[in-house]
């Protein structure tokens, strides 16, 4: 089977690779559509330390199951399924504690195990989950980054009334957006430095968009009458903004932060006690993707509007490279690997 395997950072093709057989507790998923993701970048790039090479990447993506593995019973061959990345041991304290997606052992589909760049892949069987009829394998591809957004937005605790202040009118910038509007956040600001994007922001319903080359500072206060911004969300994941956030957030605040860079941000501790701040980490998604499916099916996201590139599976290099060289152009580049994307 054909498989997109990247052999060391900067050197990947489409592979032709041995086809997985569903393992005991495990389910044969022959994959329809997936979707590239910042991340893969990085692991591309040899940027991300938890792997181990020659990897088939991808974490976001959908398809039909083709076999089960001994004693799975919760999912039948044929079924629609789009599969959460996130692989817990059960038994350490965050598993403990109901927090598996920070697992001590965790394993990330298509990061630390092969992912969904191959035609087959093999996956747990409790991360399957069944696509709701009417919601099609394309978006059911886009479930993860929701879940992304689903995830900070929890950590965040919003309340009813909170404005809300993105950084990154990027792909997650903008599940976030949409995500927030689905909860009922109606006052929603967007911060980017590429004017396309905070133009797709306002399509996709930001009350307001700001160039990052304003005084966003004095426009906050100018927003708030000086009272500052409850809810910032960090999808930009530039450490040095954090010193920015800090300033811009009201008093009893909570930041969320995404961001996986090991550079240091220069963080005013005055800043986080006088405001009594919260800081909140947030990886990958706790258990979000039902609830992210409940939400698509009812047509409250918009996944299909993050499409801007389909691509079939033989273009994936090329598209590798695009997304290299011109990352303005694209916003969510899908694959079609073993459906026709009519590309
Ligand atoms: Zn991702
Ligand atoms: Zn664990």
Redesign the pocket.
């Known amino acids: 089977m054909k498989a997109f395997q990247v052999n060391a950072p900067l050197d990947y093709a489409i592979a032709e690779v041995e086809a997985p057989r569903a393992a005991s507790g495990e389910v044969l998923v022959k994959v329809a559509f997936a ?1 590239i ?4 970048m990085h692991i591309i790039h040899g940027d991300n330390a938890f792997v181990r090479f020659p990897r088939i990447t991808g ?2 993506f959908a398809g039909t199951v083709e076999a089960v593995g001994e004693g799975v019973e919760n999912v039948d061959i044929g079924a629609r399924v789009c599969i959460d990345p996130v692989v817990s041991c059960g038994r350490c304290y965050p598993c403990r504690i109901g927090r598996p997606n920070v697992c001590s052992a965790l394993q990330v589909i298509g990061v630390h195990r092969d992912g969904g760049f191959e035609e087959w892949v093999n996956v747990p069987a409790a991360n399957v989950h069944l696509l709701p009829e009417g919601l099609g394998l394309e978006a059911g591809a886009l479930v ?2 929701y879940s ?1 957004a689903a995830n900070v937005l929890e950590r965040m605790q919003p309340l009813r009334g909170d404005r809300l202040l993105i950084y990154g009118a990027g792909v ?1 910038g903008l599940t976030i957006l949409q995500m927030a509007r689905a909860l009922g956040i109606e006052d929603i600001t967007v911060i980017d430095l590429i004017e396309e994007r905070l133009a797709t922001a306002r399509e996709l319903g930001a009350t307001r968009t700001w160039h990052g080359k304003e005084d966003v500072e004095a426009a906050a206060r100018e927003l708030t009458g000086g009272e500052g911004i409850p809810l910032i969300a960090d999808a930009a994941c530039v450490p040095a903004l954090l010193p920015q956030m800090l300033r811009i957030a009201s008093p009893a605040g909570r930041i969320g932060l995404l961001g996986f860079n090991p550079t240091p941000s220069d963080l005013v501790q005055l800043e986080v006690i006088k405001k009594e701040l919260t800081l909140v980490g947030s990886r990958l998604n706790n258990r979000k993707f039902p609830e992210v499916l409940e939400r698509m099916a009812a047509g409250r996201l918009d996944p299909l509007a993050l499409v801007s590139h389909r691509l079939a599976f033989d273009d994936m290099p090329g598209a590798i490279d695009m997304l290299d060289h011109h990352p303005e152009r694209a916003r969510k580049v899908l694959i079609g690997i073993g459906a026709d994307t009519g590309a």
């Open positions: 979707g993701c910042g991340s893969d974490h976001e993860e980054p992304i997650i």
